[in-house]
Nanobody, 120 residues
Framework: QVQLVESGGGLVQAGGSLRLSCAASGDIFSINAMAWYRQAPGKQRELVAAATSGGSTNYADSVKGRFTISRDNAKNTVYLQMNSLKPEDTAVYYC??????????????WGQGTQVTVSS
């Protein structure tokens, strides 16, 4: 089994910054993609940013230039630096990881979510 533990959410004023972290632990042989999703009340979950083990990244148009995803592969950890936050960034943010275990079986795992609230 694999666990993803997120941290770093909270309440911030518009224009402020937050940094989210997500650490994976358990039966991990390798991790391909790690990503952040978010879900606002009444809306579907959407991809915010993703990063592969090779360093490729992609972002939702709404966060390009403001958010940065990064990984520490040695620590099986992914970060999301969020700058110039807007009220519309308010959501529960979820970490996702595509993990290959010691049996070389791959599975996607989700964190429990962390609330980000941006006040105007």
């Amino acid at each position: 089994q694999v666990q993803l533990v997120e941290s770093g959410g909270g309440l911030v004023q518009a224009g402020g910054s937050l940094r989210l972290s997500c650490a994976a632990s358990g039966d991990i042989f390798s991790i391909n993609a790690m990503a952040w999703y978010r879900q606002a009340p009444g809306k579907q979950r959407e991809l915010v940013a993703a990063a592969t083990s090779g360093g490729s990244t992609n972002y939702a148009d709404s966060v390009k230039g403001r958010f940065t995803i990064s990984r520490d592969n040695a620590k099986n950890t992914v970060y999301l630096q969020m700058n110039s936050l807007k009220p519309e960034d308010t959501a529960v943010y979820y970490c996702n990881a595509d993990v290959r275990n010691s049996w070389y079986r791959s599975k996607a795992y989700w964190g429990q979510g962390t609330q980000v609230t941006v006040s105007s």
